[in-house]
């Protein structure tokens, strides 16, 4: 058999998901953190939310595919538009421009984020079970 052990690459291939996934929720809590900020000056336009793309690559060592992050996007969605002509960030028409993001839309990429993280978490804890079984086994038939 060559190249690294399967259940060795389980463990790699799960922390490049858990590493994804870390940096999926960090991006859904700088949306979050953001939803109501405003542009500094008036009519200027505010914070813009942002997505991930993801993409498989190849890992030579392993001889598989695991996740990255390709790139970080901004969502070209409009921005909300409040009338509230009191607002320091108000344009000459008294209208205040907000980011284009989605409490809920985040909320959900939040807990699918969450979900996704915990599965790649289970498939390493069951890899590195398997292999101390293993190594167990080993250990007491060789006495």
Do not use: C, W
Request: hydrophobic content about 40%; charged content about 25%.
């Amino acid at each position: 058999m060559s190249g690294p052990d399967p259940l060795v690459a389980v463990g790699r291939i799960a922390g490049a998901g858990l590493e994804a996934q870390s940096y999926r929720m960090r991006v859904v809590s700088e949306n979050i953190a953001n939803a109501r900020s405003t542009g500094g000056t008036p009519g200027a336009d505010p914070y813009q939310r942002k997505t991930i793309v993801f993409g498989a690559e190849l890992d030579r060592a392993l001889g598989a595919l695991a996740v990255k992050v390709k790139r970080t996007s901004l969502d070209d969605a409009p921005f909300r538009v409040e009338h509230d002509p009191g607002h320091p960030a108000a344009d000459a028409e008294g209208d205040v421009k907000y980011p284009n993001v989605n409490l809920l839309v985040e909320m959900t990429d939040m807990r699918e984020a969450n979900l996704s993280y915990e599965a790649n978490l289970q498939m390493m804890r069951s890899a590195r079970s398997m292999i101390t079984e293993t190594i167990d086994l080993l250990r007491s038939g060789s006495r």
